[in-house]
């Protein structure tokens, strides 16, 4: 079945640290991909999305590339702050059908 | 926006009662709604898919009448956990299908069963 896999964490960053979270995906057609986050005590927000291969989402300085030909939607960001403490969520929507990763947690240390 | 209340955010019950969890779209119609739970570090688990004005749709191993899912207008569906037990004790979270690729998630519900 439809399924994501998602890098391990937790991930701990210095300040301005340079972010990458691996995300890849096993679908039978072509689904759109998400990534979430969950900060401390809250529910799940929209990062970024993409709904077609090649397409480039972005928020918030997060970016994130729907790569086909290697199944993959890594979340990168350039420089992170301690405000992006938080866990991130990889997810693919196909068919009405939405799945989620395991979750990636990440620290960002002042 | 789009936006999803979900009520309660925290409920603590005892063992054997019944809790019921809002969730509702507050600036558009939500024909198809979904209910997850969040096991502790782990990811989202999706328990059901919510239809208005049909039958929930349920994954594989989850009880049907435990769980029981009511989609009962385009803005509201709830999930009510009946007979709670301690292992019932979990975060739940819906999120409501807007458009073709938009899905908003409510806040959450921090269920404990004592």
């Known amino acids: 079945g439809d399924s994501v896999t998602q890098m391990e964490g937790p991930v701990t960053l210095s300040e301005e640290a340079f972010l990458t979270i691996n995300c890849t995906y096993t679908?039978?057609?072509?689904?759109?991909l998400f990534w979430y986050v969950q900060y401390p005590g809250e529910g799940l927000q929209l990062l970024l999305k993409?709904?077609?291969?090649?397409d480039k989402g972005s928020n918030k300085g997060f970016e994130a590339t729907y790569r086909k030909e290697t199944t993959s939607f890594h979340l990168e960001k350039g420089s992170v702050q301690v405000s992006d403490s938080a866990v991130y969520f990889c997810?693919?929507?196909?068919?009405?059908?939405?799945?989620f990763g395991a979750g990636t947690r990440l620290t960002v240390k002042p | 926006g789009a936006v999803v209340s979900q009520h309660p955010s925290r409920v603590i019950c005892k063992s054997g009662t019944s809790v019921k969890i809002e969730c509702r779209s507050l600036?558009?119609?939500?024909?198809?709604m979904f209910w997850y739970r969040q096991f502790p570090k782990q990811s989202l688990m999706l328990m059901a898919t919510?239809?208005?004005?049909?039958?929930?749709?349920?994954e594989q191993g989850v009880e049907k009448d435990k769980f029981l899912i009511n989609h009962a207008s385009l803005t509201l569906s709830t999930l009510t956990v009946t007979s709670a037990h301690p292992e019932d004790s979990s975060f739940y979270i819906c999120?409501?299908?807007?458009?073709?690729?938009?899905?908003?998630f409510g806040s959450g519900t921090r269920l404990t069963v004592v």
């Open positions: 999120s409501a299908k807007q458009g073709a690729h938009g899905y908003t």
């Open positions: 679908a039978t057609g072509y689904p759109s």
């Open positions: 993409a709904t077609k291969a090649d």
């Open positions: 997810a693919l929507i196909l068919d009405n059908d939405m799945r």
């Open positions: 600036d558009f119609q939500a024909t198809t």
């Open positions: 919510s239809n208005e004005g049909s039958k929930a749709t349920y």
